[in-house]
């Protein structure tokens, strides 16, 4: 019996023992949960938005000057509650609240930068793999955007521009997980949303203090920034300046005006590129990697005739490049990456520009997925200040992606089927073709898909002096598809098309609804004295958001001198331009 006594009470010590170990497991479990729901509570605390009534803020701890400021943004909420950590921001003045929120920003995008980084290790899916990729890279290139964003501690007049970018950088990571089909419940996508969302609605934030506030100068002196407009078309402009009497954005240097407008470019290049070996390099990519980084003054890279089957990508420490071609159709470069091999649309362009500067004249950038492979980017930019000049651009879906930032176009061709000149840059495209293809039985074309996602950004895509037409596949049935000038890709779309031939094969309606009554009121779409077979706006949409312009006062501002401040920076490139209407 004893030793039965002792198989009992050896059971019941083991019982106790497990007893023990369960209840230090579930209060470890316990403080685990409780140091999780803290965590989720900070995060959700300082990324709520302004519907969001489950936290609490200090609104009447306030003052006055905060309350005020931050009661006009788009999420108040989170404009109190963000600034918590600042205890000087309850006496500071508009100006100073400004900055204060672009710090806050700022550390909000080195967080989200740092825990993208610390996932490097983890186990992860290719698709996975790719737009995580994507995150990381964009969440780097957003702090160094908002890090611009001030001049000797105070914002400046192109904040604007600075911001808009790293707001299209948050959306650009979550639309990477569409592209994949990676679903809301993946956790990696999961993970970025959370931080890319939240990064937006600070920056959304600063961008609107900014616009509502004053800010010191650096002189000292209280400056009157822009106040929201009444009405979208008349912040569409602002802090873009004028264009030169040339026509071209004043932001072109007198030299890079000469450059562009030179009968013989490529005599002046530092480097030259050949496939048969003639030149310095046989490779484009070659020679870009010998440009010096973050150069103040042009480098020219010559790149004779001939068909270059590359990947390029000019990274944002490339600044102040030109390429130089031997004409359209002769200097080509070529790819066929397409969101069908796995990479994100982000990732599929032929040539994709991040340097400032950037200049390009005299060459073919193409992308031959087609249009069964659907996204496939030709050329991508995302350079401030960036022209492209007698160029061809070739692909079907998404060929030219005006990424972000300030961009001019002038004599180009663009080619393509669905949303194929898309993006969120200021971007001003001048005296052009622009050539619609035959896309798949089941599409329809679209001209442009703009996406700006912010009432306060300053971006869009001004058409101005263009040709509209069908290429001559699309020619043939264009009975049978329809092509409209485009679509609200995002809530603030915002397109013009301005004394432009409008061919036959534009849709009486004009414009193409992207999903039911999805941004029809917060769009902004302008037609002003277009001509041909499809200008006619009798029949066009009668959406809240679209515009038939009969003012040229109001048409003026989607000029290159008042969009893009083209005078200031086009004539330095030497791309001809016209600077406001004709």
Not at 127 to 140: P, S, T
Not at 344 to 365: E, L, P, Q, W
Not at 491 to 512: C, H, K, N
Request: net charge positive; charged share 20%.
């Amino acid at each position: 019996m004893k030793s039965y006594v002792r198989v009992d009470e050896a059971i019941d010590e083991r019982k106790a023992e497990n007893s023990k170990s369960r209840g230090v497991l579930v209060a470890l479990a316990s403080i685990l949960l409780l140091v999780a729901l803290v965590f989720v509570a900070v995060e959700a605390s300082v990324g709520s938005n302004a519907n969001d009534n489950r936290h609490h803020h200090p609104w009447k701890t306030v003052s006055k000057v905060a309350n005020s400021v931050c009661s006009k943004t788009r999420y108040p909420q989170l404009c109190v509650s963000s600034m918590a950590s600042y205890p000087a921001y309850q006496t500071a003045k508009p100006g100073d609240l400004t900055n204060v929120a672009l710090q806050v920003s700022i550390q909000r995008a080195q967080k989200a930068r740092d825990f993208a980084l610390s996932l490097q290790n983890n186990v992860m899916n290719e698709r996975e793999r790719a737009a995580w990729q994507d995150c990381l890279e964009l969440f780097e290139d957003t702090v160094d955007r908002l890090n611009v964003c001030s001049s000797n501690g105070y914002l400046n007049k192109d904040s604007p521009v600075w911001l808009s970018a790293a707001l299209t950088n948050q959306d650009t990571c979550l639309n990477g997980f569409s592209d994949l089909n990676l679903g809301a419940s993946n956790p990696i996508q999961s993970f970025m949303s959370t931080r890319a969302v939240n990064l937006s609605e600070l920056v959304s934030n600063s961008l609107s203090m900014y616009k509502l506030s004053k800010a010191p100068s650096k002189t000292g002196n209280n400056r009157r920034l822009l106040a929201l407009k009444n009405s979208e078309e008349e912040d569409f402009y602002s802090n873009y300046g004028r264009l030169n009497e040339d026509g071209f954005p004043e932001w072109l240097s007198a030299g890079d005006r000469k450059l562009l407008q030179s009968s013989s470019p490529a005599s002046q290049a530092n480097v030259v590129v050949a496939q048969d070996g003639s030149g310095n390099y046989r490779t484009i990519a070659q020679a870009i990697s010998s440009a010096p980084q973050k150069s103040s003054t042009r480098y020219i890279i010559y790149i004779k005739a001939g068909t270059y089957k590359e990947n390029i990508d000019i990274s944002k420490k490339i600044t102040n490049l030109m390429l130089v071609g031997d004409g359209k159709d002769k200097t080509v470069v070529t790819g066929s990456k397409s969101v069908q091999d796995g990479v994100t649309t982000f990732k599929t362009a032929t040539v994709a520009v991040s340097g400032n500067g950037f200049i390009a004249r005299d060459m073919t950038f193409e992308n031959t997925a087609g249009a069964q492979k659907h996204q496939a980017v030709a050329l991508r930019v995302g350079s401030d200040q960036s022209a492209v000049y007698r160029c061809s651009i070739k692909g079907y879906q998404d060929t030219l992606y005006v990424y972000s930032l300030r961009q001019f176009y002038r004599e180009v061709d663009i080619y393509g089927t669905v949303d194929f000149i898309f993006g969120n840059a200021a971007v001003v495209i001048q005296n052009s073709n622009i050539i619609a293809r035959r896309p798949m039985s089941n599409q329809q074309n679209t001209l442009t898909a703009q996406g700006r996602t912010d009432p306060n950004e300053n971006t869009g895509i001004s058409i101005q002096n263009c040709i509209v037409s069908a290429s001559s596949d699309l020619q043939a049935v264009k009975g049978s598809i329809k092509t409209f000038l485009g679509r609200p890709w995002k809530e603030y779309s915002r397109t013009v098309f301005m004394q432009s031939t409008l061919g036959d094969l534009i849709d009486p309606a004009g414009w193409l609804p992207w999903s039911g009554n999805f941004a029809l009121k917060t769009l902004y779409y302008g037609e002003y004295m277009n001509s041909g077979a499809g200008a006619g706006t009798s029949k066009r949409v009668n959406w809240p958001g679209y515009h038939v312009i009969t003012s040229a006062t109001e048409a003026s501002k989607f000029t290159v001198a008042n969009f893009i401040s083209g005078t200031s920076w086009i004539p330095a490139t030497g791309v001809t331009f016209t600077s406001g209407l004709n």
